[in-house]
Every structure is written in structure tokens, then in C-alpha cells.
């Protein structure tokens, strides 16, 4: 398992389907996917490539960008789709 992020998604409805994904506190996160989870899944590869940026910038992580604890319990709302 790789590091665990925490960051607050907004999964936005597009007219045509699907959903476009930002984060309020992490505004280079922008992507989108044909179902919340396939969403929820490109937003993880999106922030690989954020991570990656900043490192090839030789910029710090901003601030929100912390790894979880991996000694306690972690909160976490998520979609979860039933048929």
C-alpha cells in the first residue's frame, strides 16, 4: 500500500454523465471520470502527477498535503454505489 492522503473530493455532476472531480484546498487537482468511482480513482493518479510537479519543481508539499497517520484510525466519508 502506497502513502495515504487525506483530502476533502467534490464529485460535480455533468450534464453529458459522469463527474468532474476538484479539491477546495488543493486547487492543481482537476480531473473527471464516467462513474464516481472511476472519478474517485483519477483523482488518485491526478495527485500522483501533483506530487511528482512539485517535486520536479523543488517545491514544498503544500500544507494539506500531509500523509495520514499510519498509527490511528482514519475518518473518511466516500461514495459508495449499490445496484
Known amino acids: 500500500m502506497g502513502t495515504i492522503y487525506k483530502l476533502p473530493l467534490v464529485l460535480d455532476p455533468q450534464p453529458e454523465g459522469g463527474f468532474t472531480v476538484t479539491c477546495p484546498f488543493l486547487p492543481e487537482l482537476i480531473t ?10 483519477n ?3 491526478a495527485l500522483v502527477a501533483i506530487i511528482e510537479a512539485f517535486q520536479d519543481l523543488r517545491r ?4 494539506v498535503l500531509r500523509p495520514a497517520s499510519s498509527d490511528a484510525p482514519i475518518w473518511m466519508e466516500t461514495v459508495v454505489a449499490v445496484p
Do not use: N, V
Open 32 to 41: 473527471e471520470g464516467d462513474s464516481a468511482e472511476e472519478a474517485i480513482h
Open 60 to 63: 514544498p508539499l503544500p500544507p
Open 43 to 45: 483523482a488518485a493518479d
